[in-house]
């Protein structure tokens, strides 16, 4: 499960969330749309991405922490 503390408010109209796992990032941009903002690279390689945040507009966080909650 994403943990509180990797779900924050990123500005006024949008949140962040951290994502360590490819398969349930893959699935919040095929059911929500959303695209990593911010990539993580392991040990400062560019060829193996490691975690991702995401920026989630108002109106989905609700429906994003409910997919989440139900699916990490």
Known sequence: ?????????FNDDDWKVHITDDEVRQKLADN???????IYYESGKFDEETSWDIIVPDK?????????KDNT
């Open 32 to 38: 929500f749309g959303l695209d990593r903002s911010t």
């Open 1 to 9: 499960m994403v943990k509180k503390e990797n779900i924050w408010k």
């Open 60 to 68: 989905l966080i609700k429906k994003v922490k409910k997919f989440l």
